[in-house]
T-cell receptor, first 112, second 111 residues
Framework: GQQLNQSPQSMFIQEGEDVSMNCTSS?????WLWYKQDPGEGPVLLIA?????ELTSNGRLTAQFGITRKDSFLNISASIPSDVGIYFC????????????FGTGTRLKVLA | DGGITQSPKYLFRKEGQNVTLSCEQN?????MYWYRQDPGQGLRLIYY???????QKGDIAEGYSVSREKKESFPLTVTSAQKNPTAFYLC??????????FGSGTRLTVV
């Protein structure tokens, strides 16, 4: 099945550093979503993007909907230990269904 | 509070048995989904339903079955035909209120 390419696959960073991750697709998407998953839990929505070029912030998180509609970026500023987890992007395809396609995830570890 | 409830949190199955995972939502969402997550992997779509009494296969539907008799409920049965069922299963729903929301997952282990 179709999946988004998400990179990097994993990151080890020092507390206080900024983090960037991105998702790319060969298909155009109408909506981009970014989620965080803690171990043994379901993903929790961080940011939703609905228009090409849109830039949205949620606290220390900032995400952008690429102008080509084929990519999206998530930045985390001044990382803290509780930022540890798996970050997923998801895109809603343009087929008219309510189906979302998920990236493979970026595993973030923060070193205190 | 509105949300999605998955049960049980942990489930153990003997080989050859069918098991059913529960998913209930009180968000008044029309669309519901089941995903499978393997260690170190992303989410793979098993089945989804956009409306009551209708559902479609996702990317990895073989060995699974679902029903959607009520808007609030979308149970997933893992049948004996699923050769490698040990995984973390996530249910989700979508609606204009609350957006795309996940349950807390069920971890299924074959013993």
């Amino acid at each position: 099945g179709q999946q988004l390419n998400q990179s990097p696959q994993s990151m080890f960073i020092q507390e206080g550093e900024d983090v960037s991750m991105n998702c790319t697709s060969s298909s155009i998407f109408n909506t981009w979503l970014w989620y965080k998953q803690d171990p043994g839990e379901g993903p929790v929505l961080l940011i939703a993007l609905y228009k090409a070029g849109e830039l949205t912030s949620n606290g220390r998180l900032t995400a952008q909907f690429g102008i080509t509609r084929k990519d999206s970026f998530l930045n985390i500023s001044a990382s803290i230990p509780s930022d540890v987890g798996i970050y997923f992007c998801a895109g809603q395809d343009t087929s008219g269904t309510y189906k979302y396609i998920f990236g493979t995830g970026t595993r973030l570890k923060v070193l205190a | 509070d509105g949300g999605i409830t998955q049960s049980p949190k942990y489930l153990f199955r003997k080989e050859g048995q069918n098991v059913t995972l529960s998913c209930e939502q009180n968000l008044n969402h029309d669309a519901m989904y089941w995903y499978r997550q393997d260690p170190g992997q992303g989410l793979r779509l098993i089945y989804y339903s956009q409306i009551v009494n209708d559902f479609q296969k996702g990317d990895i539907a073989e060995g699974y079955s679902v029903s959607r008799e009520k808007k609030e409920s979308f149970p997933l049965t893992v049948t004996s035909a699923q050769k490698n069922p040990t995984a973390f299963y996530l249910c989700a729903s979508w609606g204009r209120n609350y957006g795309y929301t996940f349950g807390s997952g069920t971890r299924l282990t074959v013993v």
